[in-house]
C-alpha cells in the first residue's frame, strides 16, 4: 500500500501539524519544508556560531558573515532572530535526504 504525503502550505495554518511525543517517527518531514527562525543561542548549540562570538560580537555583525556562508537566509535585528537556509527544494539543511529525518536533534 502506498503511503500518502500530506502537503504543508506555509501560508495555511490549517496545513500545519501540531507536535507531539512520537510524531517524528512516522513523519514525512513536512515541517523540515517550512523556514525555521533560531536565536543566536541556538546557533551557538549548533555549533554555527561560537560562544564568546556571540557574547562579544554584534548580532548583525554574526548575520553578516552567516548570510555570506549562506548558513541563514535572513536576519531580523529588531527581534533577533535568524532564519536558516534550506536546500533549493525548501529541505532544511539538516534534514536527511534518505531518512528525512533531524540530523541535529
Avoid at 495555511?12 to 527562525?37: H, I, K, Q, V
Avoid at 536546500?87 to 531518512?99: E, I, K, S
Wanted: hydrophobic share 40%.
Amino acid at each position: 500500500m502506498a503511503k500518502v504525503f500530506s502537503l504543508v502550505d506555509v501560508n495555511r495554518l490549517n496545513t500545519w501539524t501540531r507536535y507531539r511525543a512520537g510524531l517524528c517517527a512516522s513523519c514525512a518531514a513536512n515541517c523540515c519544508t517550512m523556514p525555521l527562525e533560531v536565536q543566536l543561542s541556538d546557533l551557538v548549540r549548533l555549533g554555527l556560531v561560537d560562544a564568546f562570538e556571540a557574547e562579544h560580537e554584534e548580532p548583525r555583525l554574526i548575520a553578516r558573515r552567516l548570510l555570506k556562508a549562506r548558513v541563514v537566509d535572513n536576519f531580523h535585528h529588531k527581534s533577533g532572530l535568524f532564519t536558516l537556509a534550506r536546500r533549493a527544494n525548501g529541505d532544511c539543511q539538516y534534514l536527511h535526504p534518505d531518512t528525512r529525518l533531524c540530523t541535529v536533534y
